[in-house]
């Protein structure tokens, strides 16, 4: 049993021992192209004739895979499973379940560079982005085992009493609905399905149709570890044909979501229906993204609060909830600060290309994405001033430049106010720190924030009124580590899940009151 949490070491690129395993891996993995992946229903392999076709973003005519697309009956068949299975899991006592995904992540860290190198191709990340999210999924996992193990060693303190023997303890709550997101496929997921699991609930994991591939060598990983049929199901397939249903689907207990407002909202109306059958309200956790801003004063280090601004606005291409969508900053240190971030910007992208290749800006993750993208772009130029990139090419693959676009009203300026999810960077200038905590206030978002100053009467300012779930002072807004900056935002970016917590994990769980009479 894992006692005390120590997050697991991200791998250093630049060691060439670290370089040539990732690139053996990708050689691997790319010899494998072109497969047939199944749905996984109580621990059966199901292949189905209509497919989902997984494609690289960096090269778009290559096929990373094929994923089953399942029917409305295969979900129910899923959900039914893991009903069925809850019966059994939910009595497993909390060590051994601990020990399921204790084997679990010894799978993971053997198979590390294989998972990071599906991810490379899949969902366009860099080394370093993609390895981060199997030690995040690790880390995920060694910390829910810890505070499971605590919440059921320990139960809820009461005031003792002479004549009753009273107890308090907390149970599963029943099959939920697993939503991943397609920019973390591996971490994310595995967070929040193994958050349900370790305190013994079932799941059905609908994985994005992005990322199919990712998800469904995650199933892999879980039949390998013994995980019992049913505990964890697996439908790919679109939110239209099976989504809906599954979240409606009167045995299904909760639903926990990564993705956009709209996605979450219409999940969040759907489940507040009481069905047929269904004989429980059901919970909703949700992670609706954001748009993020990072203020900048004249006491800040503009070097450095450059560098934060750009690894926050364009890691991963700006697909990140957290990333940076405006910098805010102080009009006395404006003009020096965009000059600044134009200059890191247009040296970004340069450096732009593939991921195979560890290049630090690739594609975005779909035709989708890139014509959405590209509308904000254009909307942008009638907006504001276009000082950096603004380019975008779909030719060979889904590439986006790093874009700047200076002078934008907060007030008017769709940029400015709507969740772009790409690397586009709305800049704008303000008189004070106080009209710069009400323009990054004034969006329905409030997931992070950065502030880079070193005025301590701004420092409190931001932590008392710049209204985010996540601040970050004098550091980028991307990047939270597990067991150091629990996530979550607050009004429409979610119900302020904090992940990697024993708060994280009361969303899965009831409280049952046990009273004994002695007295008698």
């Given at each position: 049993m894992i006692k005390v949490f120590v997050n697991e070491p991200e791998l250093d690129f630049s060691i060439e021992e670290n370089k040539k395993a990732m690139e053996e891996a990708l050689a691997?993995?790319?010899?494998?192209?072109?497969?047939?992946?199944?749905?996984?229903?109580?621990?059966?392999?199901?292949?189905?004739?209509k497919k989902i076709k997984?494609?690289?973003p960096c090269k778009k005519e290559e096929v990373v895979g094929y994923a089953s697309?399942?029917?409305?009956?295969?979900?129910?068949a899923a959900i039914r499973a893991a009903y069925k299975a809850y019966d059994t899991w939910r009595f497993v006592p909390q060590q051994v379940r601990c020990d399921y995904l204790q084997r679990l992540v010894g799978i993971m860290r053997k198979r590390r560079a294989e998972i990071a190198a599906w991810m490379i191709y899949e969902s366009g990340k860099n080394f370093g982005e993609a390895d981060g999210e199997v030690c995040e999924a690790i880390d995920f996992i060694n910390s829910y085992c810890i505070e499971a193990q605590r919440l059921a060693d320990e139960g809820v303190p009461l005031v003792e009493s002479k004549t009753e023997n009273n107890r308090c303890e907390y149970r599963p709550i029943g099959v939920g609905i697993i939503i991943p997101?397609?920019?973390?496929?591996?971490?994310?997921?595995?967070?929040?399905?193994?958050?349900?699991?370790?305190?013994?609930?079932?799941?059905?994991?609908?994985?994005?149709s992005d990322t199919p591939v990712v998800a469904n060598k995650f199933m892999e990983m879980c039949v390998e570890a013994g995980l019992p049929s049913g505990v964890v199901n697996l439908v790919t397939g679109s939110g239209g044909e099976i989504g809906d249903f599954l979240v409606e689907h009167p045995l299904t207990r909760f639903i926990n979501f990564t993705g956009s407002m709209e996605v979450g909202i219409r999940i969040n109306r759907l489940a507040?229906?009481?069905?047929?059958?269904?004989?429980?309200?059901?919970?909703?956790?949700?992670?609706?993204?954001?748009?993020?801003?990072?203020?900048?004063?004249?006491?800040?280090?503009?070097?450095?609060?450059?560098?934060g601004v750009i690894t926050s606005a364009y890691?991963?291409?700006?697909?990140?909830?957290?990333?940076?969508?405006?910098?805010?900053?102080?009009?006395?240190?404006?003009?020096?600060?965009?000059?600044?971030?134009?200059?890191?910007?247009e040296d970004l992208k340069s450096?732009?290309?593939?991921?195979k290749d560890n290049a630090p800006f690739n594609a975005v993750i779909s035709q989708h994405a890139f014509n959405n993208i590209v509308k904000y772009i254009e909307q942008g130029k009638k907006e504001g001033k276009l000082i950096c990139g603004g380019g975008y090419d779909d030719s060979k693959g889904f590439y986006i430049e790093p874009t700047i676009i200076i002078d934008v009203d907060p007030k008017t300026a769709v940029i400015a106010k709507e969740e772009i999810f790409g690397p586009v960077l709305a800049v704008i200038k303000v008189k004070t720190f106080q009209e710069a905590i009400e323009v990054a206030n004034g969006t329905p978002y409030g997931l992070t924030g950065a502030v880079y100053t070193n005025n301590r009467d701004n420092i409190n300012m931001a932590k008392a009124l710049f209204h985010v779930?996540?601040?970050?002072?004098?550091?980028?807004?991307?990047?939270?580590?597990?067991?150091?900056?629990p996530f979550g935002g607050y009004n429409m970016s979610g119900t302020t899940a904090k992940t990697g917590t024993r708060d994280y994990l009361y969303n899965f769980l009831q409280l049952k009151s046990i009273s004994e009479n002695i007295a008698w």
């Open positions: 691997l993995v790319h010899t494998q192209f072109g497969k047939e992946y199944p749905l996984y229903i109580d621990g059966e392999k199901i292949f189905t004739e997984s494609i690289n697309s399942a029917s409305r009956e295969q979900a129910d997101p397609w920019n973390f496929p591996f971490s994310i997921m595995v967070g929040m399905a193994m958050a349900a699991v370790v305190t013994g609930n079932t799941v059905v994991i609908k994985p994005a507040a229906n009481v069905n047929p059958g269904q004989i429980w309200l059901k919970r909703v956790v949700a992670e609706m993204g954001g748009k993020n801003a990072i203020i900048i004063d004249s006491s800040a280090d503009l070097e450095h609060a450059a560098n890691g991963y291409q700006g697909q990140k909830c957290s990333a940076c969508s405006r910098a805010i900053v102080l009009e006395n240190v404006y003009d020096e600060f965009v000059e600044l971030i134009k200059k890191k910007a450096k732009m290309g593939e991921g779930g996540n601040l970050y002072i004098n550091r980028k807004s991307t990047g939270a580590v597990v067991g150091h900056h």
